[in-house]
């Protein structure tokens, strides 16, 4: 698979990366570390996890995945909104749980909201160097490392960035090596002002990116994107399906049938990509077929063009697709 430096952490890694959202939430360790084993067998290098992620315990997931592949992967991990409280009770009742689900999987949607209720998470944190250290070192115990190769200010804005020590402690960190770089992980439109109000925080930028937005611009910082699927894809499928004449239309521009999901999802991955060249960018799965499949699109090179096509197309009538919508952060 194409590779890309990972900013200026020193490192390269896979231009498609693998989202650790779903870890240890649905799944148990067993299927969660064989996820993990289905992405890096198909390819993929770069992982991207929270403290917050699997309800606190992606992270202690995604460090014994790291043993066996240790140098061979790049790993993001973040501070600003802290693992769940009563992480654990959800690690005790997770078994009992998957086993009534499949019993009586209309079960579900209550579970979750019971799950959700018990760990609720608490406000993101203060940004302080203070919390922020002791944020990093347990992420470095759960990872089982001395070294991340990205660490993220998770949903932080630009009014909570008031304590200077905590860019003095980015800063020595990463003299240190006990990080690669650093940056902010944010709403799209939050990243502008981010970057005017406080550029040395900015050496990686990751927020999503959908076909609806500009490409990045060549002076911007290093990029890693997510959502470039789930961004606005029902809305668009929707339309086609509903405006015959204009699925028409596009799908003969394209040279893809534009009705059909799996098709759809995949240029809208491929122009991630391609309109994006320097960028990581993410996904998140728990289905091995739509692993495989997603790696498979990231090195189609006759793709390539058709996720052009389709990505100008999508520009040039976005107000028509989305009217009463947010038509991204151009």
């Known amino acids: 698979m194409e590779k890309v430096a990972l900013g200026n952490s020193g490192r390269q890694t896979t231009r498609l990366g693998f989202g650790c959202s779903s870890l240890m939430g649905a799944m ?11 992405a890096f067998n198909s390819g993929i290098r770069h992982f991207d996890v929270a403290p917050m992620y699997g309800y606190g315990h992606a992270e202690g997931c995604l460090g014994e995945f790291q043993q066996r592949h240790r140098n061979e992967i790049t790993i ?58 002791a944020s990093l070192d347990r992420s470095l115990t759960a990872l089982r490392t001395d070294r991340i190769d990205v660490w993220l200010l998770h949903e932080v804005e630009a009014n909570d960035l008031q304590d200077d020590h905590l860019l003095h402690l980015l800063e020595e960190e990463t003299t240190k090596g006990t990080i690669g770089t ?7 439109c939050k990243i502008n002002e981010l970057l005017t109000s406080h550029p040395a925080y ?15 611009a060549e002076n911007k910082p290093f990029c890693i ?4 699927l789930t961004q606005n894809f029902r809305s668009i499928h929707h339309l086609l399906t509903s405006q015959t004449e204009l699925c028409r239309r596009w799908s003969t521009e394209v040279g ?13 991955l ?15 799965s728990k289905n091995p077929k739509h692993i495989r499949e997603n790696v ?32 991204g952060n151009s």
């Open 225 to 228: 994107h997510h959502r470039a």
């Open 182 to 188: 650093f940056g902010v992980g944010s709403e799209a």
């Open 28 to 38: 148990g360790s067993r299927d969660s570390l064989a996820i993990l084993e289905e």
């Open 296 to 327: 498979r699109i990231a090195g189609e090179r006759g793709m390539e063009e058709p996720a052009r096509k389709f990505y100008s197309l999508v520009r040039a009538e976005r107000d028509k697709i989305l009217p009463s919508a947010e038509n």
């Open 76 to 133: 993001t991990t973040k501070y600003g909104i802290p693992a769940p409280k009563n992480a654990s009770l959800v690690g005790i009742a997770r078994p009992v749980v998957r086993a009534v689900l499949k019993r009586v999987p209309g079960l579900k949607q209550r579970l979750a909201g019971a799950a959700r209720a018990v760990t609720h998470t608490p406000q993101k944190a203060s940004f302080t160097a203070a919390q922020a250290k």
């Open 270 to 284: 491929k122009a991630a990509l391609v309109m994006n060249p320097s960028s990581v960018i993410l996904f998140s």
């Open 256 to 268: 893809v049938d534009l009705s059909d999901q799996a098709q759809l999802a995949s240029l809208m």
């Open 202 to 216: 900015c050496q990686i930028l990751q927020y999503e990116w959908s076909v609806f937005d500009p490409p990045d």
